[in-house]
């Protein structure tokens, strides 16, 4: 009997998936099929908690970043009134008898780009004669003056406030022969009206008056709606009767964008809404200037009894505030300790920072006012005694400080500030939501053939053709 050769049995090719039933095959793509699963669930709750529940943060928070571009552009507007204020004053840098300075005049610093909003100043009616030093000539000066509700003496507030801030006033020196004239000049040389004044000693008040009337008049209001000081703001601040020497700066530059913080930044583009848009125009571009300077005033004595006694008077473009002279306050920090420290300090005037702003409703005669809120106003002090509560109560008083610098920074409350947008984090769950959606989209891409392959493994598995057997030649007869 010929002896049976035993078969060999060769190693088995290695295939994917190599699964005999489709129980096997689920087994193996179970954890495929949860991170689909999952990534629908959790892509899902994503955007329901963005919509449910961050949906009105989402609304607040585009909102306020929408209304801020829109009103910057009029905070900006105003603020070019506080420059103009500073630049557009009377120009009238001459001589008259009976003057002891100069009028106060100081070249205008550049103008910067307002968002293509031209700063304009208001017209200016010159008083143009032969020698401005002459009695005719401070004669018309003094019609004009009280035409435009200005005072005679540099500095001081205004004569009539109905009448003042509509022009500025000025004078100049002409060649021999020439009438003694008011002249009317607008945003250049050229002239565009002009009053001659034949008896400077007999001058026509009313016909003066309904010439700067025509002047005001013939500027649009919209141009140069501001309300004129009687003097420059830097020439104007005065502190206990001591004028201020102060001068325009800059407080804050160019960068300072309204952009919103991340992640809306990257996605700004993105979203339709005209206040998400980083295209969006006056968008806080401009920089915020400021008046600072300082005098060297007497700070009055103070005496607990007498309170009111020590105070000192800022006067800025005409509006005057009381301030405190001197401060008192604890020593130390509250301490819960039994037995600590009664302490008091007691400090004088040192610094001032205040804002004012232009109130346009009121009219000239209350054009400039003092900001009302509490953080616009910030007093510096510096310690000068420290004591028992009951030494200063039992008469302690203090003498009167004399040169004491006092620094003082002017701002304007509608100068453009730095605009922080409140943190909000729906983006992340928008940008969630779409990483799911992508990890979705590449899982379900290829569990379809995923499948195909389970399921031609099975059928070859269990000695069964091909699924495309029927198409195949060498099946054919099955």
Same mark, same amino acid.
């Given at each position: 009997?010929?002896?049976?050769?035993?078969?060999?049995?060769?190693?088995?090719?290695?295939?994917?998936?190599?699964?005999?039933?489709?129980?096997?095959?689920?087994?193996?793509? &179970?954890?495929?099929?949860?991170?689909?699963?999952?990534?629908?669930?959790?892509?899902?709750?994503?955007?329901?908690?963005?919509?449910?529940?961050?949906?009105?943060?989402?609304?607040?928070?585009?909102? +306020?970043?929408?209304?801020?571009?829109?009103?910057?552009?009029?905070?900006?507007?105003?603020?070019?009134?506080?420059?103009?204020?500073?630049?557009?004053?009377?120009?009238?840098?001459?001589?008259?008898?009976?003057?002891?300075?100069?009028?106060?005049?100081?070249?205008?610093?550049?103008?910067?780009?307002?968002?293509?909003?031209?700063?304009?100043?208001?017209?200016?009616? +010159?008083? $143009?004669?032969?020698?401005?030093?002459?009695?005719?000539?401070?004669?018309?000066? $003094?019609?004009?003056?009280?035409?435009?509700?200005?005072?005679?003496?540099?500095?001081?507030?205004?004569?009539?406030?109905?009448?003042?801030?509509?022009?500025?006033?000025?004078?100049?020196?002409?060649?021999? *022969?020439?009438?003694?004239?008011?002249?009317?000049?607008?945003?250049?040389?050229?002239?565009?009206?002009?009053?001659?004044?034949?008896?400077?000693?007999?001058?026509?008040?009313?016909?003066?008056?309904?010439?700067?009337?025509?002047?005001?008049?013939?500027?649009?209001?919209?141009?140069?709606?501001?309300?004129?000081?009687?003097?420059?703001?830097?020439?104007?601040?005065?502190?206990?009767?001591?004028?201020?020497?102060?001068?325009?700066?800059?407080?804050?530059?160019?960068?300072?964008?309204?952009?919103?913080?991340?992640?809306?930044?990257?996605?700004?583009?993105?979203?339709?809404?005209?206040?998400?848009?980083?295209?969006?125009?006056?968008?806080?571009? $401009?920089?915020?200037?400021?008046?600072?300077?300082?005098?060297? &005033?007497?700070?009055?004595?103070?005496?607990?009894?007498?309170?009111? $006694? %020590?105070?000192?008077?800022?006067?800025? %473009?005409?509006?005057?505030?009381?301030?405190?002279?001197?401060?008192? *306050?604890?020593?130390?920090?509250?301490?819960?300790?039994?037995?600590?420290?009664?302490?008091?300090?007691?400090?004088?005037?040192?610094?001032?920072?205040?804002?004012?702003?232009?109130?346009?409703?009121?009219?000239?005669? *209350?054009?400039?006012?003092?900001?009302?809120?509490? %953080?616009?106003?910030?007093?510096?002090?510096?310690?000068?005694?420290?004591?028992?509560?009951?030494?200063?109560?039992?008469?302690?008083?203090?003498?009167?400080?004399?040169?004491?610098?006092?620094?003082?920074?002017?701002?304007?409350?509608?100068?453009?500030?730095?605009?922080?947008?409140?943190? /909000?984090?729906?983006?992340? /769950?928008?940008?969630?939501?779409?990483? +799911?959606?992508?990890?979705?989209?590449?899982?379900?891409?290829? &569990?379809?053939?995923?499948?195909?392959?389970?399921?031609?493994?099975?059928?070859?598995?269990?000695?069964?053709?091909?699924?495309?057997?029927?198409? +195949?030649?060498?099946?054919?007869?099955?």
């Amino acid at each position: 009997m010929d002896k049976v050769q035993p078969q060999k049995h060769g190693r088995r090719k290695y295939r994917p998936l190599d699964v005999r039933t489709w129980f096997e095959g689920f087994l193996q793509l &179970i954890g495929w099929i949860l991170v689909i699963i999952l990534s629908v669930v959790t892509g899902a709750l994503f955007i329901l908690y963005e919509i449910k529940v961050l949906n009105r943060h989402d609304v607040d928070f585009r909102d +306020m970043h929408f209304d801020q571009r829109i009103t910057n552009n009029i905070n900006n507007r105003y603020h070019k009134n506080f420059l103009l204020a500073e630049q557009c004053a009377n120009p009238d840098p001459v001589y008259f008898p009976g003057q002891t300075a100069r009028f106060p005049f100081e070249p205008p610093v550049a103008y910067p780009p307002w968002s293509n909003i031209a700063p304009r100043c208001k017209p200016v009616v +010159m008083i $143009e004669c032969t020698d401005i030093r002459t009695a005719a000539c401070n004669a018309t000066r $003094e019609a004009l003056y009280d035409a435009a509700g200005l005072a005679l003496a540099p500095g001081t507030p205004y004569v009539n406030c109905l009448r003042a801030g509509r022009v500025r006033v000025g004078a100049m020196s002409v060649p021999a *022969g020439r009438p003694i004239s008011l002249v009317a000049y607008l945003y250049d040389n050229n002239p565009y009206a002009t009053l001659v004044i034949n008896s400077p000693f007999d001058i026509n008040v009313t016909g003066v008056r309904q010439f700067v009337d025509q002047v005001a008049e013939a500027v649009s209001s919209s141009t140069v709606n501001y309300v004129q000081p009687s003097t420059q703001l830097s020439r104007g601040i005065s502190l206990a009767g001591v004028r201020v020497v102060a001068s325009l700066q800059l407080l804050a530059g160019y960068t300072r964008n309204l952009r919103a913080v991340p992640p809306w930044i990257a996605v700004s583009n993105l979203w339709p809404w005209p206040g998400m848009n980083a295209r969006c125009q006056n968008t806080g571009t $401009e920089p915020a200037y400021r008046i600072t300077g300082s005098a060297s &005033i007497t700070i009055p004595g103070f005496s607990l009894a007498r309170p009111n $006694e %020590a105070v000192v008077a800022l006067t800025v %473009a005409g509006s005057s505030l009381l301030l405190a002279a001197w401060s008192i *306050g604890p020593a130390a920090a509250p301490s819960q300790e039994l037995g600590g420290s009664t302490d008091i300090t007691v400090s004088y005037l040192t610094g001032i920072r205040v804002a004012i702003g232009q109130v346009p409703l009121l009219g000239p005669c *209350g054009g400039w006012q003092f900001s009302s809120d509490p %953080a616009d106003l910030n007093l510096t002090y510096t310690p000068h005694w420290t004591g028992s509560l009951a030494a200063l109560q039992a008469g302690t008083s203090f003498r009167p400080i004399v040169d004491q610098v006092v620094t003082v920074d002017v701002r304007d409350v509608a100068a453009p500030r730095t605009f922080a947008l409140p943190s /909000y984090g729906g983006m992340y /769950y928008i940008f969630g939501a779409f990483v +799911m959606a992508f990890i979705w989209l590449v899982s379900n891409s290829l &569990i379809l053939f995923i499948i195909i392959l389970v399921w031609w493994n099975v059928r070859s598995n269990k000695g069964l053709p091909p699924v495309t057997y029927r198409y +195949m030649k060498k099946y054919r007869g099955w």
